[in-house]
């Protein structure tokens, strides 16, 4: 496919916006990347790639090859992808799209007449229609199309993922739809969808807020489990087999962009109807806490009083990639300083740089340092290393350990 030929503009160049339009580029589409972030459009010219994920490399050096540019300036093209961060407000729990509104007024200086504006970034349902349309219309360009084109890629497979998944395209006007469709068709080799916007916006929250809510049974599971002396983990197991179940699996906490962050949106709009999801996101947001009370437990009964020996291996919200963002770790860390309490030692293959205190960056010196680990983050490293944890207190917050004497949450 050839995407109609359609000349694109991919607004916001991280985690989403990057492989996105490198894939599009390293498929024939002419593509521009833009981010208003100088430093890493300077770090994409140079020819690096800005984060770490399987397969980013190839696919930046093929998109590379096939003409892409990056710039700080949005530039004319005839379909506008706008794939900027859509945080919640803390306190309202409703998603803020100040960057996304930011970004299509941006848009509208650049964009010819019947330029499509594609927004990739998760919003919650009305988001469009309460503060995407008045911009246009403010602004005398009705001629601008929109469509809302959701996105459901997980770091660590986001290459796979972007080729292989089903999408999900919600368009006012079918036939803007089906040339956005060809565009993402050129290489998705997944089924899309084509439907209205508010459907294409429900369609995404609720995709993450079931995980959400399925991962807080998990977990509620879990503490009940403990309560009782009972393994979790087999009782899952066992209840998997059953043909119309299908529990995920508990663990410290939920992290990144999506799962911990998309179902406040729903609680946010609908505070008296979300009732489950509302109970489901504090559950989660529980887990490092929980995961604090049974460090706290496994020391006293092993006779460990020294936290400074107690190390969190782990400080990404998931294995295999670097992001850090609203981490399980991070947030177990957080809730420890503000209990005033000397902090735990870390270690993360990923994270080079030092972002917490107490930070180690070798995995040997790491262990050297620690009589107690807790696995927070089922890197594969420590999966392949598990044997040098044999002798130490070890909590596997993942069950993913086949060592005698090892703790679960
Ligand atoms: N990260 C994920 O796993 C994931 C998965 C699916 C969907 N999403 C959604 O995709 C969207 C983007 O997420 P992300 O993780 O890529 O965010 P990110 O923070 O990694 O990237 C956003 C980028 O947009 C840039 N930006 C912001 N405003 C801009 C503007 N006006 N002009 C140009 N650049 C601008 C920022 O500088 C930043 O580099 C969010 O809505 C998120 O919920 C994320």
Redo the contacts with the bound molecule.
């Keep these: 496919m050839n995407g109609g030929e359609q000349v694109v503009n991919v607004?916001?160049?991280?985690?989403?916006?990057?492989p996105t339009a490198l894939m599009l580029a390293s498929h024939g589409i002419e593509v521009t990347g833009?981010?208003?972030?100088e430093e890493?459009v300077g770090t994409l010219k140079a020819g690096k790639t800005t984060?770490k994920e399987k397969g980013l490399e190839e696919l930046f050096a093929d998109a590379v090859k096939a003409g892409i540019r990056f710039t700080?300036e949005?530039e004319t093209a005839d379909t506008y992808i706008v794939?900027?961060?859509?945080p919640y407000d803390k306190f309202s729990k409703k998603v803020d799209p100040a960057?996304?509104v930011?970004?299509v007024r941006?848009v509208l200086k650049a964009a010819p007449e019947g330029a499509t504006v594609v927004i990739?970034?998760?919003?919650s349902p009305g988001t469009i229609d309460r503060s995407v349309r008045p911009v246009p219309k403010e602004a005398g360009r009705e001629d601008i199309r929109r469509v809302h084109a959701?996105?459901?890629?997980?770091?660590g497979n986001?290459v796979y993922e972007l080729l292989h998944n089903n999408r999900t395209i919600g368009a006012d006007d079918r036939a803007v739809g089906e040339r956005v469709k060809e565009l993402y068709a050129s290489f998705c080799e997944g089924e899309i969808v084509v439907t209205d916007i508010r459907t294409a916006e429900m369609t995404?929250v609720v995709e993450n807020t079931f995980r959400a809510v399925n991962i807080a049974f998990a977990n509620e599971l879990a503490k009940i489990c403990r309560h009782e002396g009972m393994d979790v983990y087999e009782i899952i197991r066992i209840c998997n087999m059953h043909p119309r179940v299908n529990i995920l699996q508990p663990g410290p906490g939920v992290g990144?962009?999506?799962i911990s962050?998309?179902p406040w949106f729903l609680v946010g709009d609908y505070p008296s109807l979300a009732k489950v999801i509302d109970e489901a996101m504090k559950t989660n947001d529980g887990m490092p806490d929980f995961v604090l009370n049974r460090i706290h437990e496994i020391m006293k009964e092993n006779g460990l009083t020294d936290v400074g020996r107690v190390g969190l291996y782990g400080l990404t919200y998931k294995e295999n990639v670097d992001?850090m963002?609203e981490s399980p770790p991070l947030q177990l860390l957080a809730s420890q300083e503000r209990h005033l309490a000397a902090p735990l030692l870390t270690y993360d293959p990923y994270i080079t740089e030092d972002i917490v205190p107490n930070q180690v960056h070798d995995l040997d010196a790491f262990l050297d340092a620690c009589d107690m680990v807790v696995v927070m983050v089922k890197h594969d490293e420590i999966r392949e290393n598990a044997e040098k944890l044999r002798g130490k207190v070890v909590l596997d917050c993942h069950n993913i350990l086949d060592l005698p004497g090892v703790y679960h949450i």
């Design positions: 607004i916001g160049l991280g985690y989403i916006g990057l833009t981010d208003c972030n890493l984060f700080t949005i794939s900027v961060q859509t960057a996304v930011s970004a941006d990739e970034a998760t919003i959701p996105e459901r890629i997980i770091p986001m995404k990144g962009h999506c962050v998309d992001d963002r």
